[in-house]
Each structure stands twice: as C-alpha cells, then as structure tokens.
C-alpha cells in the first residue's frame, strides 16, 4: 500500500487539478502529472489519474446540450485523436519523457502566449475536416508519449467558432475518448496494477469536489475574463511540464 504521505499529495493534487478544470475545462492531467511525477515514474502517474479523469470527463462531456452537433461537425477530428494514441503508447520508449514533456510545455506556452496577445485564429469551415484529421493525430501521439490531452487538440477546437459552453463540453468529449483509450492502451501494456486502480478510483472524489468548486467560480467569469483565464491557465501548465522535466531528474542525482 501507498504511503500516507504519498496519499496526502495525491489527493491534494487531484482536488487542486478538479478546481482548474472546473473553471477552464482542462488540466486535469497535466497538473496531475506535473506533480506526481516527482513520486512516481510517467506511466504510474499516467495510471493513477485515469478513472478521475474519465470520470470527470464524463461528465463535461454530458454537459451542455451541444453533443450531438459538435460530434456530427468534429467527428474526423476525434477519430483520428483516438486511434493515434495507442501509436504514441507504443514508441513512448524510444524517446526520454523529459524531452517530450519539455516540447510539449513549450507548445503549450506559446500558444497561450499568442492566445493573450490576440485574438483566436479561425479555421475556415471548409477545412476543418482536413485540418481536424492532422491534428487530431498530433494530438493522439502526444497523448500517448505524454499523458497530456491539451495539445493541438483544443487550439483546433478554440479555432472552430465554439462559444465558451460548447468549447467546455467539446474538450470533455475529446479528453473522454482520449482517457478511454489511453487506458486501453495502458493496459495492454501492463502499466494498470490492481494496487494503482484502487488508488485511482479512490482519488476520484477529491477530482470532483475541486471540480464543482471550479464550475462555481466559472458561472462568474464574463467571456473576456474566461478568455484570460483559459490562456493563463494553459501557460501555467505548460511552465510547469517544462520546470517538471528540467528540474525533476536533478532531484534524484
């Protein structure tokens, strides 16, 4: 069994993770893994936030009564997300987590950077089946080698003319297919121990408590405040994937 310690930051993780998710819609697992990486190795970390995650993506995704035309518009695009994930999974050792991770937070930031400085580019409509399916698949390997659903998955979703409650429920249909599979994946390549199920269904309710705490606080925000705080919230994460990796192997020499 887990230490108490290790349970403590666990939880507390989880719960501030659910609050940022709850008002941004996303980041669960980026924070997530931002912290428990410091406890556990990627996939461990990756294992221990996957019920927490479907389930409260479920829920998002079940919110919001734009399902249906968001899935006959995007479908491609979700696809194409989840079939390349497992594609991910399986080359994640070639590569150093480190690297991806850094890469990945580097993304991050300068697209929230660029969503700060002005205003969100939109994809003409009579490409967004094409572009879709491209970063869709992006996306997927992303998930696979990092963990992380964000990017460019919501950058294509932010750039389709979605408003702030179809975006919210979009990205919870797009993090719903990629926990789904991504546990799949991480299954059949062993990494889900009966010991770490239990510890993730169990971290479940702290996710959710942080969550309706966050879904409150985002009831209040105007568009331009909401706007300010999603890019704000994607640079924090992608600071923190970057200071994660640099700063985390140092720790252990």
Known sequence: MFEPAILATVFATLF??????GIVGLGLPT???ALFTLAFDLKTAM??????SLVTNLYQAAMGGHAKTIMRKHWPFFLSAGLFIPIGVAVSGVFKSETLS???GAALVFYAVAGLASSNPR???ERE?????????INGVLT????SFVFPGVAFLRSVGLDRDALIQAMGILFTISTIVLAIALERADALENELIVLSCVSTVPALFGMALGAKVRDRLTELVFRRF???AILVLGCALIGESVFTPSLGD
């Open 102 to 104: 850094v890469l990945l």
């Open 144 to 147: 696979g080698l990092t963990g």
């Open 31 to 33: 924070v997530s893994l």
């Open 230 to 232: 999603f890019f704000f």
């Open 47 to 52: 294992a221990v936030f996957i019920v927490p």
């Open 16 to 21: 501030i993770a659910g609050f940022v998710k």
């Open 123 to 125: 994809i003409p409509p």
């Open 129 to 137: 089946r094409n572009v879709g399916l491209a970063l869709g698949a």
